[in-house]
């Protein structure tokens, strides 16, 4: 009932940063809680950050706290990741999702609970 398209992928060097963006396709989107996961090649998918429908921020995993942070606009009906101090290891397939907040809670930094997915946002970091 929501369709994400992220955006603002890229190529940059270490140290730099990107701001990633995932609009929405309604105004549902406000009721939903949100949250950012990341794929590198030959890894299996985890949890970057997740932010509930007021704005809190819910999840910032370990290797990303200090760097990256998340928050929405919903009067743009747009989720946002800013990442700083970027590093290779960062590098990934970066994708948004959608979830009711009852199934998501309890699974944080997991994509429990999360029913609906953008096609995803490249992002590469080089040293």
């Known amino acids: 009932q929501v369709q994400l398209v992220e955006s603002g992928g890229g190529s940059v060097q270490a140290g730099g940063s990107l701001k990633l963006s995932c609009a929405a396709s309604a105004d549902s989107y406000r009721s939903y809680c949100m949250g950012w996961f990341r794929q590198a090649p030959g890894k299996e998918r985890e949890g970057v950050a997740a932010i509930h429908t007021t704005g809190f921020t819910t999840y910032l995993g370990d290797s990303v706290k200090g760097r990256f942070s998340i928050f929405r606009d919903n009067a743009k009906n747009t989720l946002y990741l800013q990442m700083n101090s970027l590093k290779p290891e960062d590098s990934a397939m970066y994708s948004c999702?959608?979830?009711?907040?009852?199934?998501?809670?309890?699974?944080?930094?997991?994509?429990?609970?999360?029913?609906?997915w953008g096609q995803g946002t490249q992002v590469t970091v080089s040293s």
């Open positions: 999702a959608a979830g009711e907040c009852a199934l998501v809670r309890g699974g944080e930094g997991t994509s429990r609970g999360y029913s609906y």
